[in-house]
């Protein structure tokens, strides 16, 4: 009796890889971690062999037999991904499996796989087998393909079946740049970790091994030779490899690439289900990489979303992740606010909608920064050189102005959006920062920045997730503009501006006065407010910084701090609003000049327009200022009343408590005493000027000047100073060896290399000395103040520089005054400098400036003071005798009636 014959065990599984035509690795069911996985060859038939990659040491390098690639597509297509049913067979005479596979719910309905390729003409039945009945069988379907032409059974060259495979590629840039950023159709051959595969680019065959760009998985270590490790485990490095090649292994994509990394190249895998890099992100089996992100020409942002949703979560990767860093949301997150401040090429300060201010930084970049000199040569950073006297990082650092200006000319007192992105801790005495996106019509400014080369973006440790949130847009604007060597990143052409610092400096500034006095109007912008009517400008077409006062008003000061570092000085009242009205009108705008005076000081005197608007009137206008006497002989002055009697009807700000009755009487008042005031002091007139202005010692001061001379004299007698021991600098206050050989204070006005031009301070007269002669002055002899006084010459001023009479005015001037003892009283002020009659001791009638004209020496300013009237009579009667007997600068008739104007009168 016979036994019935045992039917083969069926097994299910998922088709991963086909090797060849007649080969092919199935998973198993999982049981915990990847699945198993098995080789299996087709039972009966062979296919034709795929040429075989060349190994590290290089060697022959095989070609496919014809059809094989066609016989490996077939079941590519066919089987792939897809579930299926697998017979094995006993073969004890070999280590290989065979077997049988069938596509289907079960083998009797399925299709049998190696019936189909004999069918397609891609296989052939083994001569071993032909003799068995299944051999039989099969070879039969075989010969029907035969018949039929069908696969490596068809007429005509199979050559042409043989593929051309590129297995190495000599020039990878070269390639990317031919590709042109353009999907290239591709099928996934191999997956060496959850971010490399191996890949072959269709039709031309072209085999890469390709970086996923932005991302990066756990990879296997390596062993001896250089292969994967697999006993070595890495966290998440299989299950990362199992979830790509489920999803790509022997699939059909599109590759884009984007860039290359040694032979390597860097690209994004376009798949129907998806974008892999995002996946593998959302799942927590990668990170992203900044490095290789930067190559990417879009989707970045979808990367970084990915991963923090994995974050949030804390999937795999990231089960013990931890916000760094302070968070920020609601309000605070988000909102729009306008820019009032420039504060740097990273910084502003924004003006929110409850009227407050924040400072905030531009998330991730890094403005332009002073380039130390082993940078130049890409070296190691070397330690901070000391800087010059005088430098100015705005202007002296390369690109900082062009960044400021960039920012500035965009932004100032424009609405722009801001999201914080983060909020860096405050460390190394540093404050905090709050760290932002700020767009302006959808453009962001950071990128826009970076993009013209004029900041560059900060690198971040990749575990460092405080960062920008545009951060990978940053990447790409910045290798574009260093590509295309802007900014920062050119080799050449790098800009210098040699900006003038007049501030302080009367020297230059009456270097600069005429050319600004005759240019009318004048472009500036303001680069600081340090009160209500006092500016720091900068002015472009003399490339120089000025501090400029409003003319024409009196404005209250503000709070400030005290010179010598002490307690803050406190300011008058509303001197703070004053202050905070000019910085949000002016501020970094462009505004016009006319520059009428200059003070002693080297500050410029005149007006400002920004936006039309004259500025003294606004603030008149604003209760904010008050209108001075100077601004009577000015064409604004009209304009500058109305506004004050507007700001005193309305009762605001100065003019809160302003009663009009009071006004009224006051005036009554004023117009009912116009005498001037007299209260003679006596003085010597020690130094006449050019200008008609003159320095005089208070008599009673005398005794007090001989005692501290005699103790300086004494005390640098006894110790001289040692010859060049002192490095003099620009208004330095030191001793100075006069040519009797003697030690007086002096004020250091100007530097000339072993040259200095000094002024003495209790003496009133310059001079140029050897640096040698100087000397620092003891602590105890800088607390008394100077001795010298400097005045004017009130209600008088000196006929035209053209005229033949100037410089002999000048020299009668110095001898009616020099060395003698008048008595002094001051009349007005202007620009800083009081101006004075002098008159002899002895005959109180005799004017020194009323003699002078009558002389035809010098001519009468017209003053429209009513307490002044009197006085300006009296000059203007002593003028008309001149003008009668023709003397000196009358000599030839009236200088004043061709163009008065020319001469200063009239006005």
């Known amino acids: 009796m016979s036994t019935p014959q045992q039917q083969p065990k069926v097994n299910r599984g998922i088709v991963k890889q086909i090797l060849s035509g007649d080969s092919l690795i199935i998973r198993g069911q999982p ?67 065979y ?113 996923i760009a932005g991302v990066r998985c756990p990879g296997f270590k390596l062993d001896a030779d250089g292969k994967p490790d697999l006993q070595t485990k890495v966290p998440l490095a299989e299950e990362a490899k199992f979830f790509v090649e489920r999803v790509l292994l022997q699939r059909d994509v599109q590759i884009v690439l984007e860039s290359n990394n040694n032979m390597n190249f860097v690209g994004s895998i376009i798949h129907p289900r998806g974008n892999i890099a ?23 942002d979808k990367l970084r979303a990915a991963e923090r949703e994995a974050k949030e979560k804390k999937l795999r990767f990231w089960k013990e992740y931890q916000p760094s860093g302070p968070q920020v949301s609601g309000k605070e997150k988000e909102f729009s606010a306008n820019v009032v401040e420039v504060i740097n090429g990273d910084a502003l300060q924004v003006k929110l909608a409850d009227g407050s201010s924040k400072k905030i930084f531009l998330a991730s970049i890094r403005p332009p920064r002073e380039q130390r ?85 900060v690198r971040y440790r990749q575990d460092d997730d405080q960062r920008s949130s545009h951060y990978d847009d940053l990447l790409a604007a910045e290798m574009k503009a260093s590509k295309s060597s802007q900014g920062v990143h050119a080799k050449k052409s790098i800009p210098s501006h040699r900006v003038i610092d007049i501030s302080g400096d009367p020297t230059k500034a009456k270097q600069f006065f005429p050319f600004l006095q005759r240019a009318q109007r004048t472009e500036a912008v303001v680069e600081f407010v340090t009160s209500g ?11 120089c910084l000025v501090t400029f006062l409003l003319a024409g008003i009196q404005c209250p000061r503000g709070s400030r701090p005290a010179p ?37 000081a080297g500050n410029f005197i005149g007006w400002l327009w920004v936006e039309t608007h004259n500025l003294s009137v606004l603030l008149v206008e604003s209760g904010l200022a008050s209108v001075h006497f100077t601004a009577e002989r000015s064409e604004h002055f009209r304009a500058l009343k109305s506004a004050e009697d507007q700001a005193k009807s309305k009762k605001i700000n100065l003019w809160k408590n302003y009663v009009e009755v009071e006004e009224e009487e006051k005036k009554i008042e ?45 005390e640098l007698g006894a110790s001289p100073p040692l010859p060049g021991a002192y490095t003099p600098k620009r208004g330095d206050l030191c001793a100075a060896k006069f040519v009797d050989d003697q030690w007086y204070r002096a004020k250091v006005e100007k530097l000339s290399g072993n040259k200095a031009t000094v ?58 005054v020099k060395n003698r003892r008048l008595l002094l009283n001051v009349e007005y002020k202007n620009n800083g400098i009081s101006y004075a009659t002098l008159v002899d001791p002895e005959k109180p009638e005799d004017d020194v400036a009323r003699l002078l004209i009558e002389d035809g020496y010098l001519l009468v300013e017209p003053r429209r003071e009513k307490r002044l009237q009197k006085l300006v009579q009296e000059y203007q009667t002593a003028q008309e005798n001149a003008k009668k007997n023709h003397v000196n600068v009358w000599q030839y008739g009236d200088i004043t009636e061709d163009d008065a104007k020319e001469f200063g009168l009239g006005r």
């Not at 069918?119 to 032909?130: P, T």
């Not at 995002?278 to 989707?299: I, T, Y």
């Not at 007269?765 to 040698?772: D, H, W």
């Open 533 to 543: 009517s006092r500016l720091r400008l900068y002015i472009p077409k003399e490339t």
């Open 759 to 816: 002024f003495y301070v209790d003496y009133g007269n310059r001079e140029i000395v050897e640096t040698t002669r100087l000397a620092a002055l003891p602590a105890s002899f800088a607390q008394d103040k100077p001795f010298a006084h400097q005045y004017g010459l009130a209600c008088a001023q000196l006929p035209p520089k053209d005229n033949e009479y100037h410089e002999e005015a000048l020299q009668q001037f110095g001898q009616d």
């Open 99 to 211: 077997g049988s596979v069938y596509l289907g719910k079960d083998i009797t309905t399925g299709e049998n796989v190696t019936e189909l390729l004999l069918a397609e003409g891609l296989a052939s039945v083994r001569d071993s087998v032909r003799q068995t009945a299944e051999g039989k069988r099969l070879a039969e379907i075989e010969e029907a393909a035969k018949s039929a032409g069908k696969g490596k059974h068809a007429s005509g060259d199979h050559n042409e079946h043989v593929r051309d495979i590129k297995w190495n590629i000599e020039d990878p840039r070269a390639f990317v740049d031919k590709c042109g950023g353009k999907p290239q159709s591709a099928v996934i051959e191999h997956v060496r970790d959850g971010s490399t595969v191996r890949a072959f680019l269709l039709p031309d065959f072209y085999h890469i091994t390709l970086m």
């Open 373 to 457: 000199p082993s940078e130049e040569k890409g070296g190691e950073p070397a330690a901070p050189a000391p800087r010059p006297k005088g430098f100015r990082p705005l202007y002296d650092i390369p690109w900082m102005f062009e960044a400021r200006e960039f920012l500035r000319k965009k932004l100032i007192n424009k609405r722009v959006h801001v999201v914080v992105d983060y909020i860096q801790a405050a460390r190394d005495n540093f404050p905090e920062k709050i760290c932002c996106t700020v767009t302006i019509g959808g453009q962001n400014i950071a990128e826009a920045l970076v993009a013209k080369g004029l900041a560059t973006v």
């Open 278 to 300: 995002e996946e593998l992100l959302r799942q927590g089996f990668a990170r992203c990489v900044d490095w290789s992100m930067a190559f990417m020409k879009s989707g970045a």
């Open 31 to 97: 049981k915990g971690g990847p699945p198993p996985e098995k080789q299996i060859n087709l039972s009966y038939i062979t296919a034709p062999k795929l040429a075989r990659r060349p190994g590290p040491g290089g060697g022959e390098i095989s070609k496919d037999e014809p059809y094989a690639w066609e016989a490996r597509e077939f079941l590519r297509k066919k089987l792939v991904g897809e579930e299926v049913l697998f017979t094995l067979e006993n073969s004890p005479n070999t280590t290989r499996e």
């Open 670 to 714: 004023e117009d009912r005493n116009i005498e001037r005031r007299v209260d003679y002091q006596k003085v010597l007139v020690i130094e006449t000027t050019d200008e008609l202005q003159f320095y005089a010692q208070m008599v009673d001061q005398g005794t007090k000047l001989e005692a501290l001379m005699g103790r300086l004299h004494q």
């Open 564 to 600: 010598s570092g002490g307690q803050v000085q406190e300011g008058e009242p509303f001197g703070e609003e004053a202050l905070h009205f000019t910085r949000e009108r002016c501020l970094q705008r462009e505004v016009e000049i006319s520059v009428e005076s200059m003070d002693k």
